[in-house]
């Protein structure tokens, strides 16, 4: 009697190994599957990301050359008008200045 419970245990014993083979492997499917789809969201992700900043730093590179070229253009109105405001300190009115320098003849 107790060897034929024992043979009992042991099958059901048995039976449950393989039941904790096939859920294990099963485990071990679903965990290698949602690590391999997780890695390639990262993936995904890391290359939308590092596109973004590219974007974002073409379009503040793009930006600060023209603010640049802006900054150049006034300060080179700026270097004119002072020019032109210490000429005429110096020589007098427009009128007085294109006389002297013989641009138009008085009458």
């Known amino acids: 009697m107790r060897e034929k419970e ?3 245990g042991m099958t059901l014993f048995s039976g449950s190994l393989t039941t904790l083979d096939r859920n294990k492997t099963a485990a071990e499917e679903a965990i290698r ?3 391999t789809r997780l890695h390639a969201d990262l993936d995904a992700r890391q290359l939308q ?6 974007e974002k730093k073409h379009g503040i590179r793009k930006t600060t050359e023209l603010e640049k070229e802006e900054t150049e ?12 405001t210490e000429l005429l300190l110096i020589e007098g009115t427009p009128v007085e200045i294109a006389i002297k320098h013989s641009v138009v003849r008085v009458f």
Request: glycine content about 8%; hydrophobic content about 55%; charged content about 25%.
């Open 73 to 84: 253009f006034a300060f080179a109105e700026l270097r004119g008008f002072r020019e032109l």
């Open 33 to 35: 599957s949602t690590f």
């Open 6 to 8: 024992a043979k009992a």
């Open 49 to 54: 990301l590092l596109g973004s900043l590219e």
